[in-house]
């Protein structure tokens, strides 16, 4: 896990087995930004919820397929974030769609170099998307 702000972790792939350590860091949400079926051996999101729900963690999926992010599904991360109770964990392959996600939902409260910076620390170069998340903002 990788933190990006005070309240968000990012990482890749989890299992049912990190739970213990997800619940160990406070983790209160679970944010699954990967598709089913990307991979032979990746867990079906269907049962990372059933797991979440037992360890008492909320679990939201919005996958982002082929690094395309649909209408709408920045600002439903943006919203889960926004609401959370406690820190909250996005998950995707590597950590880049859920850091993306989060970088695009931002671009209303944080300026493109705060989101660069910010996604640079965590070890996300981002440098490449200044233009689309200025584009959002202009958009409004």
Not at 85 to 114: D, H, I, K
Not at 124 to 132: E, I, K, R, S, T
Request: aromatic share 8%.
């Amino acid at each position: 896990m990788k933190q990006l702000t005070d309240k968000l972790f990012v990482s890749g792939q989890i299992k049912e087995d990190d739970f213990d350590a997800i619940m160990k860091a406070g983790i209160t949400t679970i944010i699954n930004n990967r598709p089913d079926g990307e991979t032979m051996c990746q867990p079906k999101s269907a049962d990372l919820a059933a797991k979440a729900a037992k360890c008492d963690i909320a679990y939201y999926d919005i996958p982002v397929s082929g690094g395309q992010v649909a209408p709408g599904q920045k600002d439903e991360f943006g919203e889960i974030l926004e609401n959370a109770q406690g820190p909250v964990l996005a998950f995707c392959r590597t950590g880049t769609r859920s850091s993306m996600l989060w970088a695009m939902s931002q671009v209303y409260n944080l300026s493109t170099e705060e989101i660069m910076h910010t996604t640079q620390n965590a070890g996300y170069d981002f440098a490449g998307y200044a233009p689309m998340l200025n584009a959002i903002r202009e958009q409004g």
